[in-house]
């Protein structure tokens, strides 16, 4: 890509002028967001889900849409309020896609055909359809539904109370998710494209993953964990194949056994002779802390199962299938992870992270070599190839913009930009600059970050800072858009975002190298941060601020017992006592990837690096942002930091979220979300600004 093409994508959003307004916190209600960029076979045309808010129901609309390939007016092929999931027929001539028509019903299978005509429902099962793959023959649909046939009434009687839950499994809820129904699991199904009953493939207590057929049709493919108790275990999963032409549904002894290597598979793909790409993270003889995935090969020589794949790219230098972070990627109807076989076979193409840049990567797999399809300093978080691998339909942001569509011509490397839905929106607003830069940590450690600057910024004069931390800890800041960012900046503050250690996107031991130690260098790469900006001469000292969620909520409850020199913090979807979150998280850590033992074993590693045990060092003033339903980091760890420090009579304040989940400040409802960024706002204009905030009590 020249660098003429590459400055096309920053071309509506470069300029501003005096005249435009700050970035506010209700702008989030007028976004719209593009997700799951389907290109169809031909790579003539984009199908697409739109999603905006309804303010009237303060909730988010999903609907197709369609935009040719070459640019061209964008229309709807649905009006949703809750249409995704669009995907082509191998012909081109019909797409299915999901449909919830009532927020009390599941969602079901329909195909539009694209001549003109109504959509047809293909399902009407009593929980829904979702994940549909055409036939190579586009006669028929595989799919995915928690049905079960042997139990399911379709008229039950609602009971005037929920039953008690028989929990015999360490794993029981999910945050976004909820409790699990293990008599209603996922498994594999297929239907008539014209309709017709539907079929159920697989049966049984485990969960199957997304279909996808075999090339020539005579299987339906998905990954499954079939071990029984996976939590003693990293993640690992097979690839299994199944008949489509079962007289009754198997729960594993009519299976075959594609893949016989344990791996965490994010996506597959096979090429035109056979060989199956695995997008996945080989399971480590000792677990890590973070494992990067890989693009993993196996070869087409000799029957199923396939064993002992090759590392399709020469370097570790992509996180292959992961992606940055964002406030504003698309709150619903994200698609499935990028991996398709191009150029006939003899390349792969994913989606994967460098250095805070998020690409589309081909591989040649041949040679190893690497070639970066779109470019760096951006956000590509989807995308889809045409059936020859030449067209792809790609969705990027950047830190000015949430998200466009482009065509890329992946032989040329041109980049066309086809829909810009918040290019007016953006036109009458100054957002601050953002700043790429590096700087040496306490020990010399090189370390990337970025400076949001005020609209107008004045470099003579000192300005309040806040230092935002991201979560994970295994993920990565970078060329994403925040809202969040850009609304505190839009306040008058110098906002400062970094990678310390523990982020992904710098290669598999600057991410695991906090194993056992988080916190720890992580939390003082964060202060050489602070310190660095400092140095430049337009930061007061006296107005810091810090804030940051899940394990960025940890590491702000870390930094203000360790150090009283941020003026104000806010702590949002906290983790404050190891010990305790290890009993009540959504996900179980038996293994030791981040502690070495158990609470009861050892509960002196745990109170080390638990802020809990130094809380009566806090005297920074702290908010404290919490969903009540957030299973993943749960509210006891924000209610025991704001008990502990009422008692010690230090100025705190919670904001409770009823109804939210971990989720709140990307996904949560339109409204919670203008009211959280609201809140955090108004927290440090109290403490950086000297601004009245009677509602807090401080």
């Not at 020539?216 to 690839?239: H, K, N, Q, Y």
């Not at 140095?535 to 870390?558: E, F, H, I, M, Q």
Request: include cysteine.
């Amino acid at each position: 890509m020249t660098p003429e093409e590459a400055a096309t994508l920053d071309a509506p959003h470069a300029a501003t002028t005096a005249a435009k307004r700050p970035m506010r916190e209700d702008d989030v209600l007028a976004f719209t967001w593009i997700a799951d960029p389907q290109v169809s076979p031909d790579g003539t045309r984009v199908a697409y889900v739109r999603i905006e808010v309804d303010r009237t129901d303060d909730a988010y609309k999903t609907s197709v849409w369609l935009v040719p390939a070459g640019g061209g007016e964008p229309r709807a092929l649905t009006t949703g309020p809750r249409d995704s999931q669009p995907r082509w027929s191998p012909d081109g001539a019909r797409l299915a896609f999901v449909r919830k028509a009532d927020a009390d019903k599941p969602p079901q299978l329909f195909v539009l055909p694209m001549d003109g005509g109504e959509a047809r429902a293909v399902t009407t099962l009593e929980k829904g359809a979702s994940n549909p793959a055409w036939s190579p023959d586009g006669t028929r649909l595989a799919f995915t539904s928690d049905t079960n046939p042997a139990i399911d009434d379709p008229k039950p009687e609602k009971p005037k109370h929920e039953p008690a839950r028989v929990v015999t499994r360490p794993m029981f809820r999910e945050n976004n998710v909820g409790f699990y129904d293990f008599d209603h699991v996922s498994h594999v199904w297929v239907a008539g494209a014209a309709g017709g009953a539907a079929k159920q493939l697989t049966a049984g207590k485990f969960n199957d993953g997304a279909p996808r057929w075999s090339r020539d049709g005579a299987r339906v493919l998905f990954t499954s964990d079939r071990r029984d108790e996976p939590w003693f275990g990293m993640d690992e999963a097979r690839i299994y194949a199944v008949s489509p032409e079962l007289a009754a549904p198997t729960d594993g002894a009519a299976l075959e056994l594609v893949t016989d290597f344990a791996a965490a598979i994010g996506a597959f793909a096979e090429a035109p002779d056979g060989r199956i790409a695995v997008l996945g993270a080989p399971v480590p003889a000792t677990p890590h802390a973070y494992d990067q995935a890989s693009l993993l090969v196996f070869g087409a020589a000799g029957a199923w199962p396939l064993r002992a794949p090759k590392a399709a790219h020469a370097t570790c230098r992509y996180a292959w299938g992961e992606g940055v972070n964002s406030d504003q990627h698309p709150p619903r109807a994200n698609g499935p992870a990028t991996l398709a076989f191009a150029d006939g076979g003899r390349s792969l193409v994913a989606l994967a992270a460098r250095e805070g840049s998020a690409m589309l990567v081909r591989v040649d797999l041949a040679t190893g070599a690497e070639t970066e399809l779109t470019p760096r300093g951006r956000d590509a978080y989807a995308a889809t190839g045409s059936a020859d691998g030449r067209t792809w339909a790609v969705a990027i942001g950047g830190v000015d913009s949430p998200g466009d569509l482009y065509a890329l011509d992946a032989t040329t490397g041109a980049l066309t930009r086809l829909v810009a839905p918040n290019a007016e929106l953006l036109s009458g607003i100054a957002l601050g600059d953002v700043e790429e830069f590096r700087y040496a940590s306490f020990d010399g450690q090189d370390v990337h970050g970025w400076i949001v600057k005020p609209p107008g910024f004045d470099a003579t004069r000192p300005h309040p800072l806040v230092l935002e931390i991201h979560g994970g800890p295994h993920t990565a800041y970078g060329f994403g858009f925040f809202h969040e960012f850009h609304v505190l900046a839009g306040a008058g503050n110098v906002v400062l975002y970094t990678n310390p250690r523990g982020s992904t996107s710098y290669g598999w031991e600057f991410a695991n190298v906090i194993q056992h130690r988080f916190p720890g260098d992580d939390a003082k790469d964060l202060l050489a941060a602070v310190d660095a900006v400092i140095a430049r001469g337009y930061v007061d000292p006296k107005r810091l601020g810090v804030t940051g969620g899940s394990g960025g909520g940890l590491l702000t409850n870390w930094l203000v017992t360790q150090t009283d020199r941020f003026a104000a913090a806010c702590t949002q979807r906290c983790v404050t006592d190891w010990a305790s979150m290890m009993g009540t998280c959504d996900f179980t850590m038996f293994l030791p990837h981040w502690f070495r033992k158990q609470p009861f074993e050892d509960p002196a590693e745990y109170a080390a690096l638990s802020p809990y045990t130094h809380v009566a060092n806090i005297t920074t003033p702290l908010m404290i942002v919490h969903s009540e339903e957030d299973w993943r980091c749960p509210i006891g760890q924000g209610e025991m930091l704001f008990r502990a420090l009422k008692y010690l009579r230090r100025p705190v304040v919670m904001v409770r979220f009823p109804g939210e989940n971990h989720e709140l400040s990307r996904s949560g409802a339109p409204l919670h979300r203008v009211q959280n960024q609201q809140h955090i706002r108004r927290w440090f204009d109290r403490w950086l600004r000297d601004v009245p905030a009677p509602e807090y009590g401080v």
